[in-house]
Structure formats: C-alpha cells, structure tokens
C-alpha cells in the first residue's frame, strides 16, 4: 500500500537550514507529481511545494527563494531544503501525492520547529 516515511526535521535557529527526505512506496513514484504540505498548530494543512514527474516546480508565495524540493526517482524520495528559515516556518511537515486530500492516506510527517 501506499506508505510516505518523512525524515529531516528538528530544531533550529531563525536563519537556519534543514533538509526534508521522504522515502515513497506502494505505488510508482516517478509518474506522480510530489508535494511538501504543512501544518501548523491550530492551522489547516497547506501546500508548501511540489515537483512534477519532469522536475517542474511550484512553491508557496511564502517560502518562495527559500525553499528547494528536488527528487530522485531511482530512490523513491522526495526532499525539501528549507534556508533561512523563520519562525512562521515551524509546523509538521508532510509529502504526498499532489492535490492529496484528507482523506488520503498521511504518514507522521516530521516536526521542524523555528525557535532562538
């Protein structure tokens, strides 16, 4: 079945950077186009980033020459480099299917927390 593993997140300083993995499988990834969602206490989860299956990429406004997502189709894995980041950055972060729903399936994601 489909399974999403997201791994990377952490604490770190305003300013800082860290790099997202996920590892995909139960389905075949390089047709899919992947995204990174968020979300933050007492918020709806929103979509941060994603990557069609011929590289093409689209961001949130927000994060936008900040935030990288790449993938690696041999692998199954989709990343998100996140620098400079900013307090208003801190939530549970996720990948999926893009236009997932839900009521799709949504692994644990993982916890980036921006905080000096």
């Known amino acids: 079945q489909v399974q999403f593993v997201e791994s990377g997140g952490g604490l770190v300083q305003p300013g800082g950077s860290l790099r997202l993995s996920c590892a995909a499988s139960?389905?075949?990834?390089?047709?899919?186009?992947m995204a990174w969602y968020r979300q933050a206490p007492g918020k709806q989860r929103e979509k941060v980033a994603h990557?069609?299956?011929?590289?093409?990429?689209d961001y949130l406004d927000s994060v936008k020459g900040r935030f990288t997502i790449s993938r690696d189709n041999a692998k199954k894995v989709v990343y998100l480099q996140m620098n400079s980041l900013k307090p208003e950055d801190t939530a549970v972060y996720y990948c999926?299917?893009?236009?997932?729903?839900?009521?799709?399936?949504w692994g644990q994601g993982t916890q980036v927390t921006v905080s000096s």
């Open positions: 990557i069609g299956s011929s590289d093409s990429t």
């Open positions: 139960g389905f075949i990834f390089r047709f899919w186009t």
């Open positions: 999926n299917k893009f236009q997932a729903t839900e009521e799709d399936y």
